[in-house]
């Protein structure tokens, strides 16, 4: 008996421990795709490969597979506030019966008899809330082309995986760039990209810390019924 109580509790605080980050296959990276093409023999000892880059090439991302490097200046803030009050009253009044707009005689003296009711309810409710969220993003991540749009745009995606001694960190995006936004250095601002999917966050004992418990979420959410 000791044994499995033992067991339990260790079983329970295994599931307390925070599970380390996995790749989003979302983010993934896209690799170039190698088009298989028939060898040409026409003597030269040098042969331009399919992603060779001559002298005066342009070295940005413009290809399924190649690097782009994001910079990330994200600044966003939000202020909300919301008040409700409600209130109802509900009064009904039920007189004894009456005949022909007479009393009955069972309701008079010296009987005194009453049938009559008065029914009142009353709710009242009053709610206030209020939010202020200030968040700030800035690093940078590099991530691959995966597609090439009709129109020449290209959407881009990837992730970052940070493994610190408080425990895991990671950062995702992905979005659609115009190829006119990127800098001759292969770099273009993530306020530059459509569409974008920013997902920051991480695991771990600073995370924990900050994190409300099950029980305290339970307390502030609507499910508890006062």
């Not at 980050?21 to 023999?41: G, V, Y």
């Not at 008065?118 to 995966?146: C, K, P, Y």
Request: charged share 15%; hydrophobic share 40%; net charge neutral.
């Amino acid at each position: 008996m000791k044994l499995s109580i033992t067991t339990l509790i260790f079983v329970a605080l295994q599931a307390c421990v925070s599970a380390p980050i996995k790749p989003d296959p979302a983010f993934a990276e896209t690799r170039p795709q190698l088009a298989i093409s028939p060898p040409i023999s026409n003597g030269a000892i040098y042969q331009a490969s399919r992603f060779a880059h001559s002298l005066f090439a342009d070295e940005r991302a413009h290809r399924v597979g190649d690097l782009l490097t994001v910079i990330l200046t994200e600044n966003t803030s939000s202020n909300k506030a919301s008040n409700t009050s409600t209130k109802k009253e509900n009064q009904i009044t039920i007189p004894n019966p009456t005949v022909f707009g007479k009393q009955l005689p069972q309701f008079k003296s010296p009987y005194d008899l009453t049938l009559a009711q008065d029914l009142n309810s009353a709710q009242e409710f009053t709610g206030e809330g209020s939010s202020t969220q200030t968040n700030t993003l800035t690093g940078t991540i590099s991530v691959t082309v995966a597609e090439v749009l009709v129109n020449g745009n290209l959407f881009v995606r990837g992730e970052k995986l940070l493994s610190l001694n408080q425990g895991d960190e990671f950062i995702r995006i992905s979005g659609v760039v115009r190829q006119r936004d990127i800098t001759p250095d292969n770099t273009v601002q993530s306020t530059q990209l459509a569409n974008v999917r920013l997902a920051y966050g991480g695991s771990g004992a600073l995370a924990d810390a900050n994190a409300n418990g099950w029980m305290g979420r339970f307390f502030q959410s609507k499910w508890w019924p006062f």
